[in-house]
């Protein structure tokens, strides 16, 4: 049986052209700046995304962390959405890496508007905490990979630029919503100081994400990395990989979304509970409570046929497509749930 991994799009494995370039990658220390392929990997990085410096890191998390210890002082405050992957899903690194607190505001499935945000800053006083990032994430995981408009970027923007306030992008999945809007990425890019790109979720990479901004603010961000043990030294070995992501992968995403799209409706014809308004990239989050069995048992049955999916509350599951998934994997993850709901 064909195992359909519907869990993440972090579970995807290295194309052959990715494991040929990292057998062939060109190496060098890069703790000294000598690694070509990193090099090449980082100088991309700025190019596509307009930006004047990027810094190859470990992971999404990590260019996260990075990005908020360089943009704030400890005891600082920063601004983000509830359920953010920021505040969410990084271990308390706001805390205990960067000694900020979060100030969360309740998106609009997933999505804060510049009203929310502009009430949430701190004024100026002594007994205050100091407002000194805001933070959007886009695509938002939680809510569903719903995605900010270029309008509503935007505007954000503009507030953070006239309140001195940087902005800071966690893109683990902006190129889904670059391709979502048939945009480059760069025009999105544009509406923001500093953002973490994730290269081993839908890009495929195995390993890896770029934290991107200005020159001296990653000339910064490259010494927390050391710190936080992030000196990777003949690391062009995936570097290779992560540029023939960022080469050949970002177009077909749009194939990700389409399969996406139609797990979303099938499953809004099986009469479970979605909101299809959400479906926009390449998730796909549902209730399973009138089928009177919570998630675990619900996952424990897809597995009956060959299908992993995550747990996402009690009663309610996630898929996650990627380039693994082809059409007929999404067809016989419709004909399984379609068994499973006739009982």
Known sequence: MRLIDLRSDTVTQPTSAMRLAMYQAEVGDDVYGEDPTVLRLENLGAEITGKEAALFVASGTMGNQLAVMTHTQRGDEIICEANSHIFYYEVGGLAYLAGVQARTLVGQRGILSVDAIEQAIRPVDIHLPKTSLICLENTHNRAGGTYYSIPELKTIHTLSQTRNIPLHIDGARLFNAAVAQKKPVAELAQYSDTISLCLSKGLGAPVGSLLVGPAEFIKQARRYRKMLGGGMRQAGIIAAAALVSLETQVDRLEEDHQHAKILADA????????????????????????????????????????????AFGEYTVRFVTHFGITRSDVNHTIQALSQIVKG
């Open 267 to 310: 499953i809004a014809n099986l009469g479970l509970n979605i909101d299809l308004d959400t479906v926009k990239t390449n998730i796909v989050i549902f209730g399973i409570e009138s089928l009177g069995i919570n998630a675990d048992r619900m996952l424990q049955t897809l597995s009956t046929y060959g299908i992993k999916a995550n």
